[in-house]
């Protein structure tokens, strides 16, 4: 066994993995850059009227704090989920879970921080001198539809909450002022494609 031994890569699974769901793969690229293009770009005025809309429909700042602990559990959960499901499961196909939804997860933040600083669009109501991170895709987005993905394909059961969680989190950092609903468009389709490259590949790691 060696961690940096050429006899042990595999440089095909991961694209087999994506060619396994080549359907659903297309269809998160092509609404990733609809909503790059068509709402973000071509679009910006509706784009910004919806995100003027939803940041004034809180009145007050009560729900506040209900809405950002929202979408902090969304963007989170994923950590004490892999943790519960690895540490405190005796069964071998939750390990699987627990693996399969790390592997999502890191491929979800990777391409989020790349992709946000490939585009490097900026956030509503954003002062350039704050230096604030871009705001294409959505990461809080990402994150909460890469889980609801993993939890979808792997316990039918919790799909709905997983799912509704999802929407959410997308929602509340467009309530928050955080994102345009283009950056949570965007990163609901990268999250489902990150969820599904790694079930694709964790089928294909099965049958081996």
Partial sequence: MSLLGRAGLDL??????LRLAKQIILICIAGFLLALLGL?????????SIAISLYRSISGDTLVPLVFGVATVGDLIWAPLIF???VFRKDSNEWNS??????????????????KASFNLPRPFQMPSLGIAAGF????????????????SRYTAWRVPFVLLAIATAVSMVILGLHFPSDAIGGAFLGIFCGTFALGLAKLRSNK
Avoid: E
Avoid at 40 to 48: E, K, P, V
Avoid at 138 to 148: L, Q, Y
């Fill in 98 to 115: 627990s693996l399969i939804l790390a592997v999502a997860m890191v491929t979800a933040m990777s391409l989020t921080d790349v992709l």
């Fill in 137 to 152: 895709p959505s990461g809080h987005t990402t994150n909460a539809f890469t889980v609801a993905t993993v939890i979808w």
């Fill in 84 to 86: 519960w499901l690895y």
């Fill in 40 to 48: 973000r770009i071509l679009g910006a005025s509706t784009d910004t």
């Fill in 12 to 17: 095909r699974s991961w694209a087999k993995s």
